[in-house]
C-alpha cells in the first residue's frame, strides 16, 4: 500500500496560491469569438501576449474552468464575510 495521498488539482491550485505564486484565473469578459458547431464548438478568448507566449514555449500549464455563476457569487460573498 502506498504512502502517498491523493493530490487533486484544486489542491496544487490552492497551495500555489497561498504561496503567492503565479495562479491566473480569466473572467468570460474577454471572449472574443464565439462559434457553435454540432461536435465540438469553440470559444476564442482574449488574454496577454505573455500568456500565449508562456503557453506556446510550454511554460503555463492550465485548464478551462467553468463554474455555475450563481453557485460561485454565493461562495465568494460567503468567503468575503470570514474574519
Known amino acids: 500500500m502506498s504512502d502517498t495521498r491523493k493530490v487533486g488539482t484544486f489542491d496544487v491550485l490552492k497551495a500555489m496560491s497561498n504561496r503567492g ?10 471572449i472574443t469569438d464565439l462559434e457553435l458547431r454540432k461536435g ?6 482574449g488574454c496577454s501576449g505573455d500568456v500565449v507566449t508562456g503557453i506556446s514555449k510550454g511554460k503555463f500549464i492550465g485548464g ?9 457569487n454565493q461562495i465568494k ?4 464575510r470570514e474574519p
Not at 40 to 45: E, G, P, T, V, Y
Open 21 to 30: 505564486m503565479d495562479v491566473r484565473l480569466s473572467t468570460l469578459d474577454n
Open 77 to 80: 460573498a460567503e468567503l468575503e
Open 64 to 72: 478551462f474552468l467553468i463554474a455555475d455563476k450563481d453557485q460561485w
Open 40 to 45: 465540438n464548438s469553440f470559444i476564442r478568448i
